[in-house]
């Protein structure tokens, strides 16, 4: 079968940069940040990105790029059949696993949009909003439309190819986000009180870092790069072979990061600017569907033009942010599904498309109908995003890291990383290192802390 390649290095970059920013972004970003000491997290997640994140990114692209297969394929081929094959298809597997529940808040963000473009929160009293959105996910019906939709329009992109379809997407799309969220932080830094906001955000203090801020800084890093999920070396197997590696991975991280500081730009000023407590205005779907609709109505003006224009932007820009990360997920899953038992592209994203429509929608109905279904306490949500994002994820972002530093041949990983040659590596050294070393240890002691083995010593 023939296969398609990026057709510029710009698209292969914002493309995998699509995939990085994502949710975790806006929603989990910067109140972290806040909370855990500022620019004191910041630096910490800094560093963890130089020191595992940009390593396992790299070993990622690379390993796509070499065999140019998808990421099951990929690991096949590099592991000369041995059981290390199967890093391969975790990352698969986990990538898809991610999409089915990535797609019920992806649908979220889509129906927000619609409630603030219809200036719905219009005199919606400030104790209101919470039920506002316990009765939305409690429906039956109105999560699992905007599910469809939000499905329809991935499948659509994928559909497409990997240069019309996911780098065409990726070269509007990103644009548009990075506007978008330069426009929400200019509009909410000029709000009265919004010093105390950025203060918020940036004022560095030591004092609240702790084991457990290392911890959650490094967790962060990993979800917000995309690593272990398949997508960054599905993505880099359309790369071709002059796409400098180390390169790309660097502008991915940057980007990534400077989104991820500008949504606390965005988040801060306003909830200062109202006068509430950041630490109450929690994080995740409390925050983004709680207290923000509540505060940009506040800050801004209820019902004013304002209000309006500034949370149908905010919520255009988190579906943005949703989608290029969930199409990279589907990419991930098509590749595999097309290539390894042979179908068309067209037949493989159906497949994907089908399994994620029942999987989305069980995970949609978890917060109404389907509530009662549990296990180990968590409705099917939190049982997909916990077994994805605390297992699954540091897992596999371990074993990549082992697998690239102790097992995948060295010549071969130099020859790549230079492309062959051309490219100066002063750097290979100490990414060896990190990968030996430095990442399966300090990914070692997230899992732990992600499965709750520190908790019983605390
Ligand atoms: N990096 C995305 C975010 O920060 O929201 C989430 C994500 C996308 C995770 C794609 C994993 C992935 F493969």
Avoid at 338 to 358: D, N, Q, Y
Wanted: hydrophobic fraction near 50%; include cysteine; aromatic fraction near 14%.
């Amino acid at each position: 079968m023939e296969r398609e390649n990026f057709g510029s290095k710009i698209g292969a970059v914002l493309a995998a940069a699509g995939s990085a920013v994502g949710l975790g972004n806006v929603w989990r970003f910067p109140i972290e940040t806040g909370q855990n000491g500022g620019a004191a997290f910041i630096i910490i997640y800094v560093l963890c990105i130089l020191l595992l994140g940009l390593p396992i990114m790299i070993s990622e692209f690379l390993i796509g790029r070499y065999t140019h297969a998808n990421t099951a394929g990929a690991y096949r081929i590099v592991s000369n059949g041995s059981p290390w094959k199967w890093v391969g298809r975790m990352g698969v597997f986990t990538g898809w696993f991610i999409l089915c529940y990535y797609v019920v808040v992806g649908a979220w963000t889509m129906h927000y949009t619609f409630l603030s473009v219809t200036n719905a929160f219009y005199e919606v009293p400030a104790q209101e909003y919470e039920g506002i959105f316990d009765r939305f996910v409690a429906n039956p019906w109105v999560p699992t439309l905007w599910l469809f939709l939000f499905i329809g329009v991935i499948h659509y992109v994928i559909t497409r190819g990997v240069q019309s379809g996911i780098e065409r997407s990726a070269k509007v799309m990103m644009p548009t986000l990075f506007v978008l969220t330069i426009f929400l932080a200019i509009c909410s830094i000029m709000l009265p009180g919004a010093k105390q906001g950025i203060e918020f955000l940036l004022r560095p203090d030591w004092s609240k870092v702790d084991s457990t801020t290392i911890l959650d800084a490094m967790g962060q890093a990993f979800y917000s790069l995309s690593l272990a999920m398949g997508c960054l070396c599905t993505y880099a197997s359309y790369f071709d072979k002059k796409t400098p590696l180390a390169k790309s991975a660097v502008n991915v991280a940057v980007i990534d990061t400077l989104i991820a500081i500008m949504a606390g730009f965005i988040i801060f000023p306003s909830v200062f600017n109202i006068g509430m407590n950041p630490n109450e205005v929690g994080a995740g779907a409390g925050l983004t569907f709680v207290s923000l609709p509540n505060v940009f109505q506040q800050a801004l003006g209820d019902g004013s033009f304002l209000a309006v224009i500034f949370s149908t932007a905010f919520y255009f820009l988190l579906f943005v942010a949703a989608l290029t990360s969930a199409i990279s997920l589907h990419e991930v899953a098509t590749a595999y599904v097309a290539e390894e038992f042979g179908f068309t592209r067209k037949k493989g994203a159906t497949i994907v498309t089908l399994v994620v429509l029942v999987l989305g929608t069980l995970c949609s109905l978890s917060f109404g109908p389907l509530s009662g279904v549990t296990l180990f306490g968590r409705n099917i949500f939190s049982l997909f995003d916990d077994l994805s994002g605390r297992i699954l994820l540091p897992l596999g972002g371990m074993l990549i890291s082992i697998f690239a530093g102790w097992v995948l041949d060295r010549k071969l990983y130099r020859n790549e990383l230079s492309n062959a040659g051309d490219l100066c590596t002063p750097y290979f050294k100490l990414l060896i290192f990190s990968l030996r070393y430095i990442a399966p240890l300090a990914i070692g002691l997230v899992f732990l802390d992600q499965v709750g083995v520190f908790e019983v010593f605390k």
